[in-house]
Every structure is written in C-alpha cells, then in structure tokens.
C-alpha cells in the first residue's frame, strides 16, 4: 500500500520569502511523485512530478521539488513566493508502472502575506 | 490546450435520488478515473476504467456506483441511490497512457446530498 504525509495543512509565508511545503511518502515499489496545486473553484493542475532519472525536478511558476529515497521525501520548494502562489498543495504517489491510481496527501493550504 | 472538462458544476440531489455526473475527458486519453474530495478530507480514488472495463477499484466504489464511457467521448459516473455521506466533490482525470503517467483532471462537480 502507498501513503503520503503532508506536514503541515497550513503554511504561511510573506511575499518573497522561500517556499517549503513537506511531502513524505511510503510505498512497497519505487514510487512516481507528483505535486499538484489547487486554486479556488479550479481543478487539479499539476506543478511537476519525478518518475526516473534528475532528482531535482522543476516545475511550473518556479516550483521544484526533490526526490530523496533514503528520507522518502519529495518536499516541495520556490525561492521567492508571489501572491498568486495562494492555493492548496497537493502531494500524490502512485507505483512505477502503468497508469495506476493516485494516493494523495491531505493537502497544505498556502497564504502568502502582502 | 485541451482539458477535460465536468458537468454539471454544482448538484444538488435528494437523499435515495439517482445521479449521473459527467465528463469529457481529453480526446486522445486512453486511461480514465474518478476521485472524490469530502469537504476538509483528502481526495480519494474510487475508480479506474480502461478499454472499456474497470481496471482497478476502492472500497468506497461498491454496488451503488457505476462508469460508462457511452460514447467514446462521455465519461460518467453514477450513483444509483445518494446517501447523505456522498456529498463531495467529484474529479474526472484522464491519461495517455503509455509512458505518460500525468493524470490531467477536471475542475469538479460538487455533489450535495440533502
């Protein structure tokens, strides 16, 4: 079975400062990451994923996220929030082949303050 | 840029009413799915559908819910007899398949159960 933990289901961060919303997951299989963001009234769009090969992945609007297998982590990071960055994040995992289901995290709502 | 898209936005039903909610996932998709996000909790899967069969489904999908892809291009779900604990909302998400594990998801239909 596949897990994710998201600490923290608020986070608020002032305008330019750096972003860290925590992802940890567990899984039996080598897992694939994604993190999607949620606007208000909106779908699930995702910022990036890691399937294989770079760590470091980079993603939409300045987001990057890395893969760490010995901490089973996929922490989600931008160096310098902006206002529009406000919504909710969401950490999913699903198993390293086919088109398997998604298991999400319960979700980190992030405020950015002026 | 194609998206898939969800109708209707909002539903209100009565408690042991029939549902259907709908979904026109992106036309070249070949992999289908519906999750469901009870307000404050996490989204969760409920099914996969594949050539035109379910490929893998929750404990939450029983006997009271249904997928049809009717057309080629619909995708719905139905609930055949609402309880008050269905009240979510409900997101469509189709893939390509093959190597490409994004799932690209609908805005949503808010399903409210009197």
């Known amino acids: 079975a596949q897990s994710v933990t998201q600490l923290g289901s608020h986070v608020s961060v002032s305008e330019g400062a750096l972003v860290l919303l925590r992802c940890n997951y567990s899984?039996?299989?080598?897992?694939?990451l994604f993190w999607y963001v949620q606007y208000p009234n909106q779908g699930l769009q995702l910022l990036l994923k890691y399937t294989t090969g770079a760590t470091l992945v980079k993603g939409i609007n300045g987001f990057e996220a890395e893969f760490k297998k010995s901490e089973t982590s996929f922490h989600l990071t931008k160096p310098s929030a902006h206002m529009s960055d406000a919504a909710e994040y969401f950490c999913?995992?699903?198993?390293?082949?086919?088109?398997?289901?998604?298991?999400f995290g319960t979700g980190t709502r992030l405020t950015i303050i002026p | 840029e194609p998206e898939v898209t969800q109708t209707p936005s909002h539903q209100v039903t009565q408690m042991g009413q029939e549902v259907i909610l709908r979904c026109v996932p992106i036309s070249n998709h070949l992999y289908f799915y519906w999750y469901r996000q009870i307000l404050g909790q996490k989204v969760e899967f409920l099914v996969s559908?594949?050539?035109?069969?379910?490929?893998?489904k929750s404990e939450i999908f029983d006997d009271q819910f249904s997928v049809e892809r009717p057309d080629g291009s619909n995708f719905t779900l139905k609930i055949r007899s609402t309880k008050l604990e269905d009240s979510a909302m409900y997101f469509c998400?189709?893939?390509?398949?093959?190597?490409?594990?994004?799932?690209?998801f609908g805005p949503g239909t808010r399903l409210t159960v009197t």
């Open positions: 899984s039996s299989v080598p897992p694939y």
């Open positions: 998400a189709s893939g390509l398949g093959l190597s490409s594990y994004e799932q690209y």
């Open positions: 999913a995992v699903t198993k390293n082949f086919g088109n398997e289901k998604l298991t």
């Open positions: 559908f594949y050539n035109n069969e379910i490929s893998e």
